[in-house]
């Protein structure tokens, strides 16, 4: 739905451009090449930020699951770390080598 209504936004202003501006030829399709060049970068980074969002919830679930991930190279799991919810992030448990060691979720694979 969000995209039907860039899609609509971006079709007003191609008329707007058209219609009542007193651009030549050129200089209009100089502004619709970098308008969808600014619009293409942005769907792109949306793009990136969900994927590793998505990786995230998915290590996350897995935690919760009670199997073991892998996180900057070590093993997290739910007997040696436990999960701060609110910035999901791993600290490590009382009486293990990893007491208060701090792993974000992002790394996790």
């Known amino acids: 739905m969000t995209y039907i209504f860039g899609l609509l936004i971006l079709g007003l202003l191609f008329l707007a451009l058209h219609y009542f501006t007193e651009f030549d030829h050129m200089q209009k399709i100089y502004i619709v090449i970098i308008v969808l ?4 970068v942005a769907v792109m980074y ?16 897995k935690y919760k699951q009670g199997q073991t991930i892998v996180c900057d190279g070590k093993d ?8 701060s919810v609110g910035t999901y992030t791993f600290i490590g448990r009382e ?5 208060s060691e701090m792993i974000s979720a992002s790394t996790c694979q």
């Open 37 to 40: 060049s600014i619009l293409s």
């Open 46 to 61: 949306n793009e990136y930020n969900k994927q590793e969002n998505q990786k995230m919830l998915d290590a996350v679930l």
């Open 76 to 83: 997290v799991n739910n007997t040696t770390y436990t999960l």
């Open 95 to 99: 009486n293990t080598p990893n007491y």
